[in-house]
């Protein structure tokens, strides 16, 4: 797998994902079930995740013969990370607010307070499950030349969900532990329309 540094992954879209492992995927893809009332838009969408991780990364995986991460496990600390990361968003009233492109331009002095928290926060990742392990946040463009942007919907498909899938995984989430990587979501919903950010972690870095 070829590592993303932060900075690469912002400029596509946010950053990358974190996995832990649920139950091994390679059924047929699902799409994201609407959650009872017990269940949040974030394990809904989480699970239906997991039904396509493996099929989707053994699609995109260069080497046939390198070990294929088969699922992800869910980590809060990534969640959180996803959570705060959109805050912004949903706090502050965007600067261009069209039906199909909305972004954000914070104040300096709260941009500059936004990003010291997420360097926080990365920080605490990183110490709890070992140096390089976070890997990127997706689905969010933090570019201050363009202004802040949130740029993955919320999947409601089959195909959606594979191709949310496909964007998180790039070239393919290899590594020498594979059953290792987390994931973090946090889907929030923004003048009639659910965005979607995700955290990648890998609890065994390369």
């Excluded at 540094?5 to 974190?18: D, K, P, Y």
């Excluded at 104040?107 to 390089?132: C, H, N, T, W």
Aim: proline letters at 8%; hydrophobic letters at 35%; one cysteine or more.
């Amino acid at each position: 797998m070829k590592e993303m540094n932060r900075r690469e992954f912002l400029t596509l879209s946010g950053a990358a994902v974190v996995a832990l492992s649920l139950a091994g995927c390679g059924g047929g893809p699902s799409a994201p079930p609407a959650p009872p009332a017990s269940e949040s838009k974030e394990m809904a969408l989480f699970r239906a995740i997991n039904e396509v991780w493996y099929e989707v990364n053994r699609e995109v995986v260069p080497n046939p013969k390198l070990q294929i991460c088969k699922s992800v496990v869910y980590c809060q600390e990534a969640a959180d990370l996803a959570k705060f990361t959109a805050s912004p968003f949903e706090t502050y009233e965007p600067e261009t607010d069209e039906e199909d492109f909305r972004s954000w331009n914070l104040p300096d002095d709260v941009f500059y307070e936004y990003q010291l928290r997420e360097a926080e926060m990365i920080a605490e990742i990183d110490k709890k499950y070992g140096s390089g392990s976070y890997r990127g946040t997706g689905g969010v463009s933090n570019s201050t030349h363009d202004g802040m942007q949130l740029t993955k919907l919320y999947p409601h498909s089959q195909s959606e969900v594979r191709e949310f899938v496909r964007y998180l995984a790039g070239p393919g989430l290899v590594s020498p532990h594979p059953e290792q990587w987390m994931i973090g979501l946090y889907c929030p919903t923004i003048k009639g329309k659910t965005y979607t950010v995700a955290v990648m972690v890998d609890f065994a870095p390369i």
